[in-house]
């Protein structure tokens, strides 16, 4: 059984992006595993400072906002799910600020020793995910964590437009292989 940590980061309330981690949520649990979901998309996270003062302090970053109840759930996973919209050929700004501030993982390591992206995104030219998806498999490796999967998923815009789409179905799966 894995700890899964599902971070979405959309702001848009139960849309797309949070319908494609329902369903790998379901998949996940289905198979017996722990999950806790967490959604970074309206949550107050600052950008890193590049203060370096994790590395004088244990790993503890010294902002106070939402991240630090963040924390100790990276220190707890196995698995690290992102889940996001692709703005501008990348992660959402709210997820990439989340990502930034795991900075404090290289002063005391986080426990995590996989990841996977779910993407959904409105362009209809699904090569675009492209550079999202070179972008996590490049953090993935450099910090010696194992790809376990990816599902992107286009063509959905208006709110509740991913509904029937195959991608789900590839979300549960990649949930329930976990």
């Given at each position: 059984m894995a700890d899964i940590l599902v971070v979405t980061g959309s702001p848009r309330v139960n849309g797309n992006?949070?319908?494609?981690?329902?369903a790998f949520i379901e998949g996940a649990e289905s198979a017996?595993?722990?999950v806790?979901?967490?959604d970074v998309g309206r949550a107050k996270i600052a950008g890193c400072l590049g203060c370096n003062y994790c590395f004088s302090h244990e790993?503890?970053?010294?902002?106070?906002?939402?991240?630090?109840?963040?924390y100790p759930l990276l220190r707890r996973c196995d698995t690290l799910a992102y889940v996001t919209?692709?703005?501008c050929f990348t992660f959402s700004a709210q997820i990439k600020a989340f990502m930034d501030r795991m900075f404090?993982?290289?002063a005391k390591p986080f426990s995590i020793k996989s990841t996977v992206l779910l993407t959904?995104?409105?362009d209809k030219d699904h090569s675009i995910s492209k550079h999202m998806i070179d972008t996590y498999r490049a953090l993935t490796a450099y910090s010696g964590m194992e790809d376990r999967g990816v599902v992107a998923v286009?063509?959905?815009f208006e709110k509740g437009a991913i509904a029937g789409n195959p991608g789900l179905e590839e979300a549960r799966r990649l949930g329930a292989g976990l």
């Open positions: 992006t949070s319908m494609l981690a329902d017996g595993n722990a806790t979901r967490v790993g503890e970053c010294c902002q106070e906002d939402d991240m630090q109840e963040l919209p692709i703005y404090c993982g290289i959904a995104f409105e286009g063509s959905v």
